[in-house]
């Protein structure tokens, strides 16, 4: 995690300054995105909390929404991470919600993802998402990657 600092750092000081806050609903980054977010001194002034939606009963019981809102979509898709991190972001009345849902490995998930694939979305004044692929099935190695590849697109959409 200590790679991830400097990156939150960055986050930190642009979020305390303009007096906004964060919220981060994860799922294979495991809680590392916001993790780092935390281990910043004053993270009590811009974060609001962190979710882990690792399984669907998790997304039933800390995301309001029902299953509807999900039809024609799966689990680690932009489309899903979008709508995510939307929702939680309202949830929460946050600035911004990073969302991340993903395989890190060393297989792939049960929707046919092969390891080293993660969808990232970003809500707020700006919005974004994408999908990282990174070839390897390193399950630490992709979870660290994942959650930069998160912080780098907040610290991206802070300007």
């Not at 395989?103 to 390891?115: I, L, S, V």
């Not at 390897?136 to 979870?143: F, K, L, Q, S, T």
């Amino acid at each position: 995690m200590q790679e991830l600092i400097p990156l939150a750092e960055r986050i930190a000081a642009i979020l305390k300054q303009r007096k906004e806050s964060v919220v981060i609903a994860e799922s294979s980054t495991g809680g590392l995105i916001a993790a780092a977010l935390l281990a910043i001194p004053g993270a009590s002034e811009y974060f609001l909390g962190g979710l882990v939606i690792y399984t669907l009963k998790a997304r039933r019981t800390l995301v309001d929404l029902p299953d509807s809102a999900f039809t024609g979509m799966r689990a680690s898709t932009e489309p899903y991470v979008r709508l995510i991190s939307r929702r939680v972001r309202e949830q929460f009345g946050a600035s911004w919600c990073i969302a991340e849902s993903g395989a890190t490995g060393p297989t792939g998930n049960r929707y046919g993802d092969a390891p080293g694939h993660s969808a990232i979305a970003v809500a707020g004044a700006v919005e974004r998402s994408l999908t990282i692929e990174t070839g390897g099935a390193d399950r630490a190695g992709n979870m660290r990657k994942f959650a930069a590849a998160g912080l780098e697109m907040l610290r991206q959409c802070l300007g």
